[in-house]
Structures are given as structure tokens and as C-alpha cells.
């Protein structure tokens, strides 16, 4: 096995992974299905991808759980508020189970254009309420528990290390602040169990040894990750935001329930930022996938985007910075294809290993994606090394980064024109044609079709074809040199 350093939340220090099982069990906290992921959530499930992609280049077989939350995850972290399924079924008309498979759907979907690999196991919350209240029948019976009139919640006075993982000032934090306090005996209490109204029937709720309710957020990844992998976890993942309450609360509930450590390796990504603030549903601040489509932005250049920073840093997000990744990526393309037209001759193992050193360097030194993507463009630049040796190392670099590097990268957007066959032509002359085609554009909203038929004929005299359709304008070189 390689030797592949993460760093370690728990510990807050880089450590060097290793495991004495068969495959290396990773759960990763999945998406709660009440309306589309944006890609601020996109982002941690790249990193996740790469880091279950790293795994297996070192030589581990991986189980990849990830969960689907469609019940109990309500729109408070301090225990209070609607159920955020049950609020998207209220928003859209439609039945909670249809929003839980539409959005799943959509998510699925979004995991494929980004090439991120399906995991081994994806359960869903649904399935596992016995698991769950089972998990909750162990705390009651060691005395962790307290039932008030709101549900069965977790008593953290008991869990001496509560703070320790977030090292939470637990006896500064603000009430209503990061909780409600309401019926709760401390400030950080949290729900096992939530009772059904009196007065409703919800759409979801189960019979439970406590009365007609609905499992707590928390409990679900717990039990769910408790079936499918074995403890002590080897790497549990998530977002920064998830230390201070989600994983925190699980850490205190399983390791209540067993007395054995839960997870040897937590993983958390930073966020990434829009306006100084992170990207969220709750804040209407969000993008998806399709709205990046929408904007003639290929997902890949999302992805190769969030390269662009390491996983544990923020990103700040912008429409110009990912068509500027775009750009980008095309290019890599670009490079990748006219470096590597070569007859197929296999390069020896040794020799790509040897041209990858600094790659895999970057790569197993927690995923220091930024550095292993510069390398890949230094590889391809470099004279010294043969075409040969390129083509396989990238294809073996590719296997990490996952960005379709041998796609026909024959158009670039620039400017939302979108042009073909200009792969030798400078993005300077390129922004001068979309200026052009823009005010072409604008011209024809005007109404002043003169001045929008004469920039057109200027353009296609100079061996450009035109296409308007409903996706916009094509620009199409029909063979003219824009080298310069």
C-alpha cells in the first residue's frame, strides 16, 4: 500500500492513513432531498470522490456508503421547525415520497455529470426506522436519555467528551444562538426522537416503543453507517459545517450506545462562498448544476474549478471564475490533444510512475489538488518527456482528476459565444469576435437590423460561419488562421 496522508479533524494534524481490514470503510453524509443540491454541496462530494479515487490508486478496495436523508431532518439544528421534507412537499404540491425521488433523481443525475463514482451502498433513512430505534432503545437503557413532551433527547451532561471533538465552549455558546433551549435539560441536547403532533397526522411517522413520531436527524447517518461498515469507522466525511453539531452529536450517541470509539479518520471540505457568505438553501444564495448547463458551462469545468483550491480552503464562487475554469479546460484539452497524437505504444509502467512522481506527491499529501493539476500542464509542456510516456501518464493522472481529458475539446466559450475549431486561436482575437456578436446581439433588440446585419457579414468575411439558435450563438472556423 502507498502511503497517502490525511488530515484528521479529530486531530487536527495530517496523519497516514492505513487500515487492517480488507477495504477501507468511508461514509459520507449524503444529501437530505427536499430540493436540488447547489453546488456548494457539489464541492464536498468532489472531494469525497477524489479521496475514494485516491484510496484505491494506494491499493485499497473501498465501501463507500453514503446515505439519503428523506425524513427527520428539520429546517433547525436546534430540534425546532418543519421537517424539511415535509416543507418541500408543502412548497411544490406534491406527496413527501415524490419529492424524496425527484430530488434523489436530480442528485444522481448532478453526481454523473461531474464523474463522481456511485457509492457501494445508498441507503435511505426510510428504510432503516428499525435500526434507528433500536439504536435509540440502547441509549434509553444506559441512561443517556430523557423523554419531555417534545420527543426522546439525548442528555450530553452524560457524555463527559461532548465538546472535545468540535472543542466547543459549551458553556459560552448562546442560547438560540446554536440551539433553542425550549424543554431541554442543556443547551446542547438533541433529539433521538421527535413525537408527532397531537393534532396532525405527518406524512412520515412510525410506531415506536415512545409513541407515533419520526427519527432525529442525527440518528439516522449513526445507524445507517453502524449497519453497513464496521467500527470504529475508518474515515467518516463531511462539510466544516457538520463538525459542530451533526458530527459532534453522532460521535456522542454511538459511543454512548457501544463504548467503543466511533471513527478512526474524520474528513470535513471547506465551503464555498458567494458574497462573503457560504452557499445555502436556506439563504436562496444556491446554483446548481443545471444552472451552470444553462449557462453553456460544462459540469467538468466545475469540477476542474474546485481544483483550483484545496478542499480545506474556501472557494469563492463566481460565474466568470468557472467560465474562466472552462476556458481552462478546454485548453488542458486542447494541450492533451495535440501533445499526445502518437501511434499506440505502450509506455512501460515504470517510466509513467517516474513522470507522475510529483502528481502523486501532491495527491496522497491530502489531496492537494491545485499542485497535482499544475503538474499534470507541466507534464504536457515538457519537451524532455516523449508523447508516448504523456498520453499514459495523463490517462493514469485522469484517473484521480476525472475531467474527461481526452474529450474532443474543439470549443471554447467566450463571452456566452461559444466557438468551434479555433483551437490555435489566441483568447484575445476570440473576445474580440464575441464583443462583436454581443453588440450584434444587442443591435438586433434594438430593432436596428442595419448595424446587426453589417457586424454579421463583417465576421463571416472572415471565414467564420454563424449558427443562431435557441441555445444562443455558434461561431464556427471554416479553416481560417487565427494563430496570429
Not at 404540491?93 to 415524490?98: A, L, Q, R
Amino acid at each position: 500500500m502507498k502511503k497517502f496522508y490525511l488530515y484528521n479533524t479529530k486531530t487536527r494534524k495530517k496523519e497516514e492513513f492505513s487500515t487492517t481490514r480488507k477495504k477501507a470503510g468511508m461514509y459520507c453524509c449524503g444529501p437530505t432531498v427536499y430540493n436540488y443540491a447547489h453546488i456548494g454541496n457539489m464541492r464536498t462530494y468532489i472531494f469525497e470522490d477524489v479521496l475514494r479515487r485516491t484510496l484505491e490508486y494506494c491499493g485499497y478496495g473501498v465501501e463507500h456508503v453514503m446515505n439519503i436523508t428523506d425524513v427527520g431532518h428539520l429546517s433547525s439544528d436546534g430540534d425546532s421547525g418543519d421537517d424539511k421534507m415535509e416543507k418541500g412537499a408543502a412548497r411544490e404540491g406534491k406527496t413527501v415520497w415524490d419529492i424524496a425521488k425527484f430530488y434523489t433523481d436530480s442528485f444522481m443525475r448532478n453526481c454523473e455529470d461531474l464523474k463522481i463514482l456511485r457509492p457501494t451502498i445508498i441507503p435511505k433513512a426510510t428504510d432503516h426506522i428499525n435500526e434507528m430505534i433500536a439504536l435509540v432503545q440502547k441509549l434509553v437503557e444506559k441512561g443517556f436519555t430523557y423523554e419531555n413532551s417534545d420527543g426522546i433527547y439525548f442528555d450530553t451532561s452524560k457524555f463527559p467528551d461532548y465538546a472535545k471533538f468540535a472543542r466547543l465552549d459549551v458553556e459560552n455558546l448562546q442560547e438560540g444562538h446554536r440551539i433553542d433551549v425550549g424543554e431541554k435539560k442543556n443547551k446542547t441536547d438533541f433529539a433521538l426522537w421527535k413525537f408527532s403532533p397531537k393534532n396532525s397526522k405527518r406524512a412520515m411517522e412510525w410506531d415506536s416503543p415512545w409513541g407515533v413520531g419520526f427519527p432525529g436527524w442525527h440518528i439516522e447517518c449513526s445507524a445507517m453507517s453502524l449497519k453497513y461498515l464496521p467500527q470504529p469507522l475508518d474515515i467518516h466525511c463531511g462539510g466544516v459545517d457538520h463538525i459542530p453539531i451533526h458530527h459532534t452529536n453522532e460521535i456522542a450517541q454511538v459511543e454512548a450506545a457501544t463504548g467503543k470509539e466511533f471513527c478512526r479518520t474524520w474528513v470535513h471540505g471547506e465551503f464555498l462562498v458567494i458574497d462573503n457568505g457560504k452557499m445555502s438553501k436556506s439563504g436562496g444564495n444556491f446554483v446548481t448544476v443545471d444552472t451552470l448547463k444553462d449557462k453553456k458551462i460544462e459540469p467538468l469545468a466545475y469540477r476542474y474549478f474546485c481544483y483550483s483550491s484545496h478542499y480545506r480552503k474556501q472557494l469563492a464562487f463566481s460565474i466568470d471564475n468557472v467560465s474562466g475554469s472552462q476556458t481552462g479546460l478546454n485548453n488542458l484539452r486542447n494541450l492533451v490533444k495535440r501533445t499526445v497524437r502518437c501511434d499506440e505504444k505502450k509506455a512501460a509502467d515504470g517510466e509513467i510512475e517516474n513522470v507522475l512522481e510529483k502528481f502523486y506527491k501532491a495527491v496522497l499529501d491530502d489531496m492537494n489538488m491545485p499542485v497535482a493539476l499544475a503538474e499534470v500542464w507541466g507534464i504536457l509542456r515538457n519537451a524532455e518527456i516523449s508523447n508516448e510516456i504523456k498520453k499514459a501518464a495523463v490517462m493514469k493522472a485522469d484517473e484521480i482528476l476525472a475531467l474527461d481529458l481526452f474529450k474532443e475539446a474543439d470549443e471554447k466559450i467566450i463571452d456566452g459565444i461559444k466557438f468551434e475549431k479555433f483551437e490555435n486561436t489566441p483568447e484575445s482575437e476570440l473576445q474580440k469576435i464575441a464583443s462583436s456578436l454581443n453588440k450584434r446581439s444587442e443591435a438586433k433588440k434594438a430593432k436596428d437590423f442595419k448595424t446587426a446585419d453589417e457586424i454579421r457579414n463583417a465576421v463571416i468575411a472572415q471565414g467564420i460561419e454563424i449558427l443562431d439558435n435557441k441555445d444562443g450563438v455558434v461561431c464556427r472556423n471554416l479553416g481560417t488562421n487565427f494563430a496570429g
